[in-house]
């Protein structure tokens, strides 16, 4: 009994809202822009063209490399933070979500401050952002799950004669495999849809698919073809989650789970040189751009000071409300977000848990590898007018961050209630608990680290979000990254320095959540 | 964790009721006392001339700030007829005749329309025009301080080997500025002539970015904090007053000039939409933008110059910026008809 007991009524229940929230928001609007697009049939010269065919191998050969290098930087820290008790790790793996969400455009800047002006564009740039961005998937989702293996089977291959490289190569990576894959396949997923790096540090020669979808839709209005090339970034993405997600499967289910505290030690006097060089590596290259940051927001015209970071109490014309008021409606719009993605993503984990792992899980990240342009655009031509006129209502807002975060809540929580004891539910259900009451009083708690961790993270990328929020957000009601956005936009020292100081306000906000889950989760939490 | 289920029933909840709001609501529920003004990224209005507006108009001035101009005009050719807002404003030349073309706006004639300076003046009344700003080369004071030489003046120096590597453009296809400089060689070198002048731009190490923002604060070295090295740069007629404005402490000079010679003429022009909810409401902010109150208020938020005549500028402007007297212009149509060939044509000669 690998799976859970089947959907039953209540699973199905459970369904109908993710069902109707993905179908009324993302479904429903994606279908109707497609059907405009496509009005006058497939393109297929475009589809065949040679052009499709090169956008098609840049995009994924970019996103493999960028998935490749990013499990080779993340995994060294993912080993220390998921195999070491040492102070200050949850700050590490706090400080290690902030490039996640940070918007890409105050990323880029600082990475191009930090190369030389001839390398500071192309692919190189390209794989090192993308390895900046996506490095907390791989340490937050696989250190997590090294955290949580069962000593006692490394101990009973030590205690067999097994050595620490034959014990990794066969005891520890098998384990780790189904967290390996899957942080593998949401990077790529990033890496595969990457927008903001591509068109900023590609340089104007280089286009993925979904740069050019943003090209050919929002600035050459031509929504045949741009309709052609969403689907085939759909279908791409399908194909690959299909992939990891066969491959997860083989992987097996994710065996006995021991709490963290068993399994996380204090590191022995021969480990702390390569513990000290991995954290410092890593937090050499990941504070580099951060640092940049940091120094331009306190570079003022009279020398290193606090003027940027006073100028945000002021009104400005970049802005119709002081900036200080973007912290204040981000952290408003990020909390309902977090909760609509809790509720959806919840309610999509609990039914999905039931069932066999199966595609349908791969299927929950899907909406991530949709189009956010022709989305938004679809959103436009799929609501406007009554009874559903919801084009300019305030909520689309939190909605929006929302359909962006729900997919990780169910990434999260999925392995977490599957990874709960059947023989627990059974136990509750010969006691005479009825199905929903052992969801209530087993499963649930037994996943509420996981819940926590969930609930931060949605948090913080709905924090982040930038793509679909800037379309929705009303001039009043700024969130951070949109605010910075527009300071970016105007020439003069004092609008850069603002965009800066509100870039490490957003910045130091993460961290701040980030280490609030994990105190909630009693900082021994499991997945993410 | 009885409490994360109820979460998620109200948070459905809450769903179903705000869809249910938005359908029976409608436009009812700020409809009545608010006129929405649909208008790109760069568009900006102080708050006590906003709150002039409302307390004159008695409606709420909402915005709708939906990425740059192309992408605004797009949105709203999406939704022709039934559109998401009253009033669009900031239609510029380049995009004025896809804008009519497909039928986007209601005729409407402005009672303040005879305070527009002639030169601006348009025959077409579906939209009226409300400021324009000049697409200019700019350039680093310093660098050229330093080197003891004279910045470029003008289009045809940028050819010159002794300018070599100093420019960056923007991308015509993803930048507005860098549509306008592009316009601005076709319109001085004629129909058969900007190719080869291209090309020449190409072998003196032209530089491209997408954007303004990455070419202005990121390549150009004249721009406070930039961390750039090219000392030419496509921007505005108005950026050397930004950096004085905006620079955090008084300077008596900017530390970069706009060039007069090769600056191209954007007009913006607000419009009606087909459809508007409020057509009161949309005629109010129409009139509004073309007084005197807004029209002041233009330079310094916005940075572009008012149309109606007789407007002060502030005086900032008149040290810093430049008002290019016979900028280069192209008509409306003929952008409209070979913009995108244009457009494919100079990819090949500068990109591949």
Known sequence: ?528 | MRRLGRMGLGALAGVVALVAAGCGGGSADDGGGAVVLLTHDSFAISKDVKAAFEQESGYTLRLLQQGDAGEVVNRALLTAGDPQGDVLFGTDDSLLSRALDGDLFEPYASSEQGSIDPAFAIEDDRVTPIDHGEVCLNADRAFYAKEGRRPPQGLDDLADPRYRGQLVVQNPATSSPGLAFLLATVARYGEDGWQDYWRRLRANDVLVTDGWQDAYTQQFSGAAGSPGTRPLVVSYATSPAAEVIFAGKPLEESPTLAIEDGCFRQVEYAGILRGARTEDGARALVDFLLSERFQADVPGTMFVYPVRAGTPIPPAFEQHAIRPERPLSLPPSTIAERRDRWIEEWTRIVLR
Request: hydrophobic share 60%; charged share 15%.
């Open chain 1, 1 to 528: 009994m690998s799976g859970g007991p089947g959907l039953g009524r209540g699973g199905a229940i459970l369904l109908l809202l993710p069902v109707c929230f993905v179908g009324l928001f993302f479904v429903y609007p994606f279908v109707a822009i497609l059907e405009r697009g496509l009005g006058d049939g497939i393109p297929w010269e475009t589809l065949a063209g040679a052009e499709t065919r090169s956008l098609l191998w840049f995009t994924t050969w970019q996103a493999l490399a960028s998935t490749v290098l990013t499990l080779a930087a993340g995994l060294p820290l993912a080993w220390v933070v998921g195999t070491f008790r040492f102070p200050g790790r949850s700050l590490v793996r706090a400080l290690v979500v902030v490039p996640f969400v940070l918007p890409t455009v105050v990323v880029a800047t600082g990475f191009v401050a930090l190369l030389p002006t001839d390398a500071s564009r192309g692919i190189g740039p390209i794989l090192a952002a993308h390895v900046f961005f996506n490095i907390a998937v791989v340490v937050r989702i696989v250190g997590g799950a090294w955290a949580t293996l069962p000593r006692t089977t490394w101990q009973a291959a030590a205690v067999l004669g097994a050595g620490p490289i034959r014990r990794t190569r066969e005891v520890t990576l098998p384990l780790l495999a189904p967290a390996i894959s899957a942080a593998a396949a949401l990077t790529f997923l990033f890496c595969f849809t990457s927008f903001g790096v591509v068109l900023l540090l590609g340089g104007p020669a280089r286009a993925t698919l979904e740069t050019e979808i943003y090209n050919t839709a929002a600035r050459a209005f031509d929504l045949q073809d741009a309709a052609a090339l969403s689907i085939v970034q759909l279908v791409a993405i399908a194909i690959v989650l299909a992939v990891t997600g066969l491959l997860e499967r083989r992987g097996g289910a994710v065996g006995q789970v021991a709490p963290e505290a068993d399994v996380l030690r204090r590191p022995r006097r021969s480990e702390r040189g390569r513990i000290a060089a991995v954290l410092l590596l890593t937090g050499a290259f990941l504070a580099g751009p951060l640092v940049m940051l940091a120094v331009r927001s306190l570079d003022t015209a009279g020398g290193i000071g606090l003027d940027h970071f006073r100028a945000l109490g002021r009104e400005t014309p970049a802005l119709l409300v002081p900036p200080w008021q973007a912290i204040a409606w981000s952290l408003a719009f990020a909390a309902a977000a977090t909760a609509i993605a809790l509720a959806v993503g919840v309610a999509t984990a609990i039914a999905l848990a039931r069932l066999r792992p199966s595609l349908l899980d791969a299927a929950a990240l899907l909406p991530l590898g949709a189009s956010a342009v022709m989305l938004g655009f679809g959103l436009l031509i799929a609501f406007d007018e009554p009874p559903l006129d919801i084009r300019d209502a305030w909520w689309l807002l939190p909605v929006a961050q929302s359909l962006v975060a729900a997919p990780f809540v169910v990434r999260i929580v999925v392995p977490a209630l599957r990874s709960v004891d059947p023989q627990l539910r059974e136990a509750a259900a010969v006691l005479g608990a009825s199905r929903r009451r052992a969801l209530r009083e087993v499963d649930l708690p037994l996943a509420g680290r996981a819940l926590a961790g969930a609930a931060g993270f949605a948090f913080a990328v709905a924090l982040g979000e930038f793509g679909a929020t800037v379309f929705v957000a009303r001039a009043e009601h700024p969130t951070l990254p949109v605010a910075i956005f527009r300071f970016l936009g105007r020439p003069g020292a004092e609008n850069q320095g603002t965009a800066a100081a509100l870039a490490v306000v957003l910045a130091l906000l993460t961290v701040a959540v980030v280490l609030v889950a994990e105190r909630a989760t009693g900082s021994r939490e499991r997945m993410v």
